[in-house]
């Protein structure tokens, strides 16, 4: 299982970010994916999920501003970000639960300049 996350940056306030994860080494159509975010001194924080069906759950802060999605024939996780805040700063990590193990990427940092 190999995962690659991708499309951190610099971003001013309001603005946006498009996050991708690249799957491998498992059918990637059969499993719910979850994107992480890991902010400096915080715990580690799901952000959203999608599931194989395309339903999808956000944390409360994210609502209304991210848009998890998934396109099953490349095998890549999205994370649309709008409306960027400080708070939303940190690691993103893409994760898939596999055989009863949390694989992770590497992540892909994400900044928001106030």
């Known amino acids: 299982v190999q995962l690659q996350a991708s499309g951190g940056g610099l971003v001013q306030a309001g603005g946006s970010l498009k996050l991708s994860c690249a799957a491998s080494g498992f059918v990637f159509n059969l499993f719910t994916m979850d994107w992480y975010r890991q902010a400096p001194g915080k715990e580690r924080e799901l952000v959203a999920s999608i599931t194989p069906g395309g339903t999808t759950t956000y944390v409360d802060s994210a609502k209304g501003r991210f848009t998890i999605s998934r396109d099953n024939g490349r095998r890549r996780l999205y994370l649309q970000m709008n409306s960027l805040r400080p708070e939303d700063a940190g690691l993103y990590l893409c994760?898939?639960?596999?055989?009863?193990?949390?694989?992770w990427g590497q992540g892909t940092l994400v900044t928001v300049s106030s």
């Open positions: 994760k898939v639960k596999y055989r009863g193990s949390d694989r």
